[in-house]
C-alpha cells in the first residue's frame, strides 16, 4: 500500500523529475523551503492556534495573534530559504500580518461552530483498491444554522485562481469524501477557501455523483503513476519555486555525488514498492499555486 496526498498527486501532474527525486529517490531537499512556504505555514500554525483557543472558550486579543505570529515566525525562520520575487523578508512578514488583521477584524469572535482544526484524514478510493490519500483539513466546521459540515482551507498565495478552478478543485473535494465516510453519505458539506491576501472567501459544493467520478480520477491517476518508468523534468513558471531546482538536469544542474547512485537506481527499485507512511508535506501545501 502506498499512502498519496493531493500534493503527491499535484506533483507528478507538474513535473515527474521532482517526483522522483522528491517521492521515490526521496533525495533530500538542498532548499528548505520558499519564503512563500514559511508565509504560509506560520499563517496557518496561528490560526490554528487562534482557532484552538477558541474552541477552548477563549478569544484571544488582536495583539496576542500578532505576537503568536512573531514568535512562529522567529522559530520556524531558516537561513535556506529562497526569495524568488523582489521582496524583502521584512515584507513578506508585514505581508502576513497584514493577512492576519483583516481575517481577525472579519471573524471575531471566532465562533462558527469549529470542530477541528489541522484535522487528519484517510481516504479509501474503493475496497479493492490498496492505496489510501492522506490529507489535512485546515479547519472543519459544524454549522448549526445551515445544517452544513464546512472544509476551511487557508490561502496566502498571490494568485487568485478563476472561478472553474473552484468547481475543480480535486483537494477539498478529497477531503469532503473523508468527512462524508465519517458523518454520512448524504450530509451536506460545503467546501470554502479563505484567499487572505485579497480577503476574499469563496465557497463550493460537489454533489455525491462528482464525489463518485472524482474517486475514479484518482484511482485512475494513481495506477498511472505506478506503472510510470520515466520521469522527465517538465519546465514552468513553478521551476523558480522548485526546491529541486539546484539539482535540476533541466536547469544546466546536476545531483551531488552521494545521491547519484540513488537517483539512478531508484526508478528501479523503488517504482511501486514504496510502503513508508508519507509525512505531511510541509512547503508544498503552502506555495504559489
Ligand atoms: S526545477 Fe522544474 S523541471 Fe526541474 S525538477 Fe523542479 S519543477 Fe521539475
Known amino acids: 500500500m502506498t499512502v498519496y496526498s493531493h500534493s503527491r498527486l499535484s506533483t507528478f501532474e507538474q513535473c515527474r523529475y521532482k517526483y522522483k527525486l522528491k517521492y521515490i529517490d526521496k533525495i533530500p531537499v538542498p532548499i528548505e523551503k520558499s519564503i512563500e512556504a514559511h508565509l504560509g505555514e506560520c499563517v496557518h500554525a496561528v490560526l490554528e492556534y487562534l482557532y484552538k483557543n477558541a474552541i ?43 493577512f492576519l488583521i483583516d481575517y481577525y477584524l472579519k471573524h471575531k469572535p471566532f465562533q462558527d461552530g469549529t470542530i477541528e482544526t489541522e484535522k487528519r484524514i484517510w481516504i479509501s478510493l474503493e475496497k479493492s483498491f490498496p492505496h489510501k490519500i492522506i490529507g489535512y483539513i485546515d479547519r472543519l466546521v459544524f454549522n448549526k444554522k445551515t445544517g452544513e459540515y464546512e472544509i476551511h482551507d487557508y490561502k496566502t498565495a498571490n494568485s487568485l485562481p478563476n472561478k472553474e478552478k473552484f468547481e475543480r478543485d480535486r483537494q477539498l473535494a478529497l477531503y469532503s469524501i473523508a468527512i462524508k465516510e465519517t458523518y454520512g453519505r448524504e450530509v451536506p458539506v460545503l467546501l470554502k477557501w479563505h484567499y487572505l491576501n485579497y480577503d476574499l472567501e469563496i465557497t463550493s459544493k460537489r454533489t455525491n455523483e462528482d464525489l463518485e467520478k472524482l474517486k475514479k480520477e484518482i484511482i485512475e491517476l494513481i495506477k ?11 519546465k514552468s513558471p513553478l521551476c523558480d519555486w522548485c526546491e529541486y531546482k539546484p539539482y535540476c538536469k533541466a536547469w544546466g544542474n546536476s545531483i551531488p555525488e552521494e545521491f547519484v547512485k540513488k537517483e539512478k537506481q531508484g526508478t528501479i527499485e523503488n517504482i511501486g514498492t514504496e510502503k513508508l507512511k508519507e509525512s505531511f508535506p510541509t512547503s508544498s501545501k503552502y506555495i504559489v499555486d
Do not use: H
Request: charged share 40%.
Open 224 to 234: 498511472r503513476i505506478e506503472k510510470t518508468n520515466e520521469f522527465p523534468p517538465q
Open 56 to 98: 477552548n472558550g477563549k478569544t484571544l486579543e488582536m495583539d496576542e495573534v500578532i505576537e503568536k505570529f512573531s514568535l512562529v515566525w522567529a522559530e520556524k525562520y531558516s537561513e535556506n530559504m529562497k526569495i524568488v520575487r523582489d521582496l524583502t523578508e521584512k515584507d513578506y512578514f508585514n505581508k502576513g500580518v497584514k
